[in-house]
T-cell receptor, first 110, second 112 residues
């Protein structure tokens, strides 16, 4: 069965900490992996990864994909309270399939 | 710059009632999607469309119907609402399958 698993489910940290969120997948004919941030309402796009080993970076956020081990990580350095959100991972596979993971809820306290 | 617009934002339905969730996008995207998100869960794909006149089922299509008569609009119809359809519904669009998706602000639906 095709699946996407995110871990941890929930994470509580203090401002300034560095966090690593994980997304592992088991799908046929992998095409790409996307990360989204969901605050109060709609998810917003962070990264799309298609190739192994190439880090995508945006400010304090970075992400990398390992297609051999079938996972991706999302790193957030020097966390701020504004980073508090649910982080969703989605995997695109075959020609017309897409699955979201259940998300990691990150809470950053001052 | 409107992006993806969903209406209504909130709705309460009685069991057995019907309603249509409206979604429109102004980015000329061919791909449009409807998702539902239950508490503590990720997004589940209900239906999607790859262009006007073409729709297809996602993971959880039962109890829903869609149409795509124009590039801009992708309404989701609930017939005979059931408590299991209580959820937050998101419409999204993208320029390609699996590309960066732009989401509407969501519709919180409660069926009682």
């Amino acid at each position: 069965e095709d699946k996407v698993v995110q871990s941890p489910l929930s994470l509580v940290v203090h401002e300034g900490d560095t966090v690593t969120l994980n997304c592992s997948y088991e799908v046929t004919n992998f095409r790409s992996l996307l990360w989204y941030k969901q605050e109060k309402k709609a998810p917003t796009f962070l990264f799309m990864l298609t190739s192994s080993g190439i880090e995508k970076k945006s400010g304090r956020l970075s992400s990398i994909l390992d297609k051999k081990e079938l996972f991706s990580i999302l790193n957030i350095t020097a966390t701020q309270t504004g980073d508090s959100a649910i982080y969703l991972c989605a995997v695109v596979y075959n020609t017309d399939k897409l699955i979201f993971g259940t998300g990691t809820r990150l809470q950053v306290f001052p | 710059n409107a992006g993806v617009t969903q209406t209504p934002k909130f709705r309460i339905l009685k069991i057995g009632q019907s309603m249509t969730l409206q979604c429109t996008q102004d980015m000329n995207h061919n791909y449009m999607y409807w998702y539902r998100q239950d508490p503590g869960m990720g997004l589940k794909l209900i239906y999607y469309s790859v262009g006007a006149g073409i729709t297809d089922k996602g993971e959880v299509p039962n109890g829903y119907n869609v149409s795509r008569s124009t590039t801009e609009d992708f309404p989701l119809r609930l017939e005979l609402a059931a408590p299991s359809q209580t959820s937050v519904y998101f419409c999204a669009s993208s320029y390609g399958w699996g590309a960066e998706a732009f989401f509407g602000q969501g519709t919180r639906l409660t069926v009682v």
